[in-house]
């Protein structure tokens, strides 16, 4: 039984599409979380829920719309894509501050 | 500015050797700091954690220790075993947000 799931695992698609990246979690968390990891492995925070209320919206293009309709599940939208959206995102979920994270599988998205 | 500095960025060990991973953040106020396996192509895995108000942690062959004056903290890897190969973050929790920042990694081999 999955603890962080994420749909789909890949995606690639063209420049200028829109996509939708879902993610649930059971483990009963409170917050959520969207990182990307570009090509360098770099992990950065992108955006952050807590029962279903954004509380961290780091400087990200606003191309990118998360959207948390209940507190197991966080989805990320994203408009317009561009070559340089090519990254993995991971979703990931913690029962509170100061507590580690659960990370998704991630998806792997390939913009051409 | 939120920064946590990792080195090394890579590193090489021979089978059964030690590994240490050093970390240093510049938020006074961070009072959590995990570490984090990744795996090629998997999610990162939290393997330990240490809060600020202990000064060293030990897990198995693993083990954090945490120095707050000097806003550093180290992982320490005995008796390395190939596969302890991955690649390693280290996190300093922002403030009471709940948001970590990651190291750039480190990617560590264990030769056999």
């Known amino acids: 039984d999955t603890a962080v799931s994420q749909t789909p695992k890949y995606l690639v698609t063209q420049m200028g599409n829109d996509k939708s990246i879902k993610c649930e979690q059971n483990?009963?968390?409170?917050?959520m979380y969207w990182y990307k990891q570009d090509s360098k492995k770099f992990l950065k925070i992108m955006f952050s829920?807590?029962?279903?209320?954004?509380?961290i919206n780091e400087t990200v293009p606003n191309r990118f719309s998360p959207k948390s309709p209940d507190k197991a599940h966080l989805n990320l939208h994203i408009n317009s894509l561009e070559l340089g959206d090519s990254a993995v995102y991971f979703c990931?979920?913690?029962?509170?501050?100061?507590?580690?994270?659960?990370f998704g599988s991630g998806t792997r998205l390939t913009v051409v | 500015g939120e920064n946590v500095e990792q080195h090394p960025s890579t590193l090489s060990v021979q089978e059964g050797d030690s590994a240490v991973i050093k970390c240093t953040y510049s938020d006074s106020a961070s009072n959590y700091f995990p570490w984090y396996k990744q795996e090629l192509g998997k999610r990162p895995q939290l393997i330990i954690d240490i809060r600020s108000n202990v000064g060293e942690k030990k897990d198995q062959r693993i083990a954090v220790t945490l120095n707050k004056t000097a806003k550093h903290f180290s992982l320490h890897i005995t008796e390395t075993q190939p596969e302890d190969s991955a690649v390693y973050f280290c996190a300093a929790s922002i403030s009471n947000t709940g948001k970590l920042i990651f190291g750039q990694g480190t990617t560590l081999q264990v030769k056999p």
């Open positions: 483990l009963g968390h409170d917050t």
């Open positions: 990931a979920s913690s029962q509170g501050v100061n507590y580690g994270y659960t």
């Open positions: 829920y807590n029962n279903k209320e954004l509380i």
